[in-house]
């Protein structure tokens, strides 16, 4: 596994929101977004190690470790670039006009580097002032997929529910008191659900879906605070209880017998 790509699984196993990072170092998530897809050429040169740095102490990573292999990385890069010919008769002539304007191209030099770090330091100020993120950023950030499940997680448990003297459609209403993401499928088709933090968006922390018998199926990444009731006019249950976990949750609704199958998972060692 690519370094960088073993930091991500490590964060996310450990259940550590990117988000939470960007807030806590006061980095753009963007920022750290390159950092797990290793496209350090999208971050200020003079920001790359600082930036990594404080990206693997927030996750609790040894960061001599990390640094070293970072290092590998990027010197690795640097040598697997193409070398450009210069024929001995240019050369004569580059170093000569090199040596005899040194001195300018010296002092010219440090200027321009001093107002190039100036600028980038300003760059930096303005986007951490204004480290907003987008909501396709968030949306990326919480989304879970069955793949997901069986790269990174493990079943921890699984309990089947018999669902008995029900009359449908029965609403099924959800609510989580934390970020979260909710998907709803069946065979055909499937919808997403987000739920964030209020100072970020202004979405219902609930929704409502209606099941009239079919088999269905819901992937829940934390149902910590996390409410699940069936209910209609004359029926109803709180299955809450049954599903708390800390990492995500697949709820199988199925027919014939009806049931509500509760799989709960752990992330990998």
């Not at 100036?118 to 986007?127: E, G, I, K, Q, T």
């Not at 055909?188 to 009239?212: A, L, P, R, Y």
């Not at 109803?236 to 976990?245: T, V």
Request: charge should be negative.
């Amino acid at each position: 596994m690519i370094f960088y790509n073993k930091y991500k699984k490590f964060r996310i196993d450990n259940n550590i929101d990117l988000s939470d990072v960007s807030k806590r170092t006061k980095i753009d998530i963007k920022y750290l977004q390159s950092i797990e897809k290793g496209k350090f050429a999208e971050i200020p040169g003079v920001y790359v190690k600082l930036f990594f740095k404080a990206y693997i102490n927030e996750i609790g990573v040894d960061i001599e470790e990390a640094l070293d292999e970072l290092n590998s990385f990027l010197n690795q890069k640097t040598s697997s670039k193409n070398l450009k010919f210069v024929p001995d008769s240019e050369e004569k002539r580059f170093k000569l006009f090199n040596n005899l304007n040194s001195e300018n191209l010296f002092n010219s030099s440090i200027l321009m580097g001093m107002g190039f770090f100036a600028l980038v330091l300003l760059l930096s100020f303005s986007l951490n002032s204004n480290n907003e993120l987008s909501q396709s950023d968030l949306e990326n950030e919480l989304r879970i997929k069955k793949s997901d499940l069986i790269e990174y997680y493990v079943e921890r448990s699984e309990e089947v529910i018999s669902i008995d003297n029900i009359d449908f459609p029965i609403t099924i209403r959800f609510q989580s008191e934390n970020e979260n993401y909710i998907n709803y499928y069946d065979s055909f088709s499937g919808k997403e659900f987000f739920i964030f933090e209020e100072t970020m968006n202004t979405q219902s922390n609930s929704f409502t879906e209606i099941w009239n018998g079919e088999s269905k199926s819901f992937l829940v990444a934390n149902t910590i605070d996390f409410e699940l009731i069936f209910f209609s006019d004359d029926y109803y249950r709180d299955f809450s209880q049954n599903i708390i976990n800390d990492f995500p949750v697949e709820i199988i609704l199925d027919a014939n017998p009806y049931t509500l199958t509760v799989v709960k998972y752990l992330p990998k060692k």
